[in-house]
């Protein structure tokens, strides 16, 4: 079965490849031109041997990246993922993205290889590797995005109750909405910088002159926890409504705090119910070990003794 798989895993490697790169063509062609007619500085062999491998391999990821990009549908959720993990969501950074999962891919591809040719498992398990593994590697990258979109979020909601009654105090201490989003992001640049660093690139924004609603809006898309989501709403319908900010403020801090309160019991209740299980596996065997293990001996020594003559 492995004569068979061989040539057909090549194949199918090799024209996945000869599809990615075959409009690399031109562009290197043009490359090249355009480095001769500009007067392109000779260097030595050596040199120009490391580089042109460099430029081929750096171009080929470039283009498969491209081909990727230009055949997938979820651009704007690659974007978006990108920026909830408080990355770059530009065209670049999408490509770089890319390239990285075709890296993963790639590694995986050959660590299955060698794991299907070299292991001793069944062949069953070997043929779900193979399948797998190129597929896991692609996966990897954007599940790793995924991680980090959550546990930025986690910190942001952490965080929101502390910042929303600072930036109340200073709503009715006679700062300006604006002037207390940048005074709250100064002061809790140590003790939330997730949060500091939105509310830093909001005032930012509302000083470089776009609009306040659309400065909120744009922190809504780098940012994925609902309770900030909440808070911007809050913010964008007082401003149209104009409500007093200071009063929905106070309310909503409260009722994140109650939350966050509810979110702390919901977990603490919880913990008994996971630490059964490591109680029962590792913890109660040891100590039945220590309490029974002196009477059992006792007991033996007992019976060995009155048994003797």
Known sequence: ???????????????????????????????????????????????????????????????IAKNIAEKSKNLVMQKQLLAEAGLASDDDAVLKHIQKKVTFTIGMTLLSLVMFFGGTAPAMIKMMLLLMGPLFGFKLPDMMLKSKSKNRADEVTYSLPDALDLLTVCVEAGLGLDSAISRVAHEQRNSAPIL??????????????????????????????????????????????????????????????????????????????????????????????????????SMYTLFTSAGAP
Do not use: C, W
């Open 196 to 297: 500091s660093f939105e509310f830093q690139r909001v005032s930012k924004d509302i000083l470089a002159g776009i609009p306040r609603s659309d400065a909120f809006r744009n922190l809504l898309k780098r940012n994925a926890s609902q309770e900030l989501r909440s808070f911007v709403g809050l913010l964008i319908q007082s401003d149209k409504l104009g409500t007093s900010i200071s009063q929905s403020l106070r309310v909503y801090s409260d009722a994140l705090r109650i939350k966050r309160r509810q979110k702390a019991e919901e977990l603490a209740s919880k913990a008994g119910v996971k630490m059964s299980l490591p109680l029962v596996l590792f913890i109660l065997p040891a100590t039945f070990v220590v309490i029974l293990a002196p009477a059992g001996i």
């Open 1 to 63: 079965m492995e004569i068979i798989i061989i040539p057909i895993t090549v194949l199918s490697i090799g024209y996945i490849i000869f599809m990615f790169l075959e409009e690399g063509g031109d562009s290197n062609v043009q490359r090249r031109l355009t480095e001769y007619s500009s007067g392109y500085d000779k260097r030595g062999n050596d040199n120009a041997e490391e580089e042109d491998s460099t430029d081929f391999l750096a171009n080929s990821m470039g283009n």
